[in-house]
């Protein structure tokens, strides 16, 4: 019976642990490096980049962050995190380095698109991203 307990304890200390620390990242600010921090955004935001742009969204991004940007895409209800809504100034208010890092490289259940796609092909997405907000 002592067994048992211990067993238990420990399988509740553990279970603890692994929730806390889930929830703790959860909360933890996304952190842009300074190097990404100064980048500016080399692609003009022009009809055919906004275009491009849409393409690769409607591709990649729609499916949890929404058509329209909302965060209301198919697959938003089932994540731990809300993608986010780019119509408000949470969003509005970053940076296109920002937008670019977070988007390069990802974090928890937001894909990273590092060796997915190019550089060029990210800024596109953020200049149709940034249509949200008009």
């Known amino acids: 019976m002592k067994t048992t307990k211990q067993i238990f304890l420990v399988i509740l200390v553990l279970v603890i ?6 929830n703790a990242q959860k909360a933890k600010p996304w952190e ?3 190097k990404y921090k100064a980048m500016k955004n080399p692609v003009k935001s022009d009809d055919a980049s906004i275009n491009a742009g849409k393409t690769l969204y409607n591709k990649n991004c729609a499916s949890c962050h929404g058509k329209t940007g909302l965060g209301d895409g198919p697959k938003a209800k089932g994540l731990d995190t809300f993608p986010g809504d780019f119509s408000k100034g949470e969003f509005v208010t970053q940076t296109d380095a920002d937008l670019f890092y977070k988007t390069k490289f990802g974090r928890g259940e937001m894909p990273k ?3 997915k796609t190019d550089d060029e092909s990210i800024w596109q997405v953020i200049n149709f991203m940034r249509t949200f907000k008009k």
């Open 32 to 34: 842009v490096p300074a």
């Open 113 to 115: 698109f590092d060796g």
């Open 17 to 22: 642990g692994v929730t806390f620390t889930a």
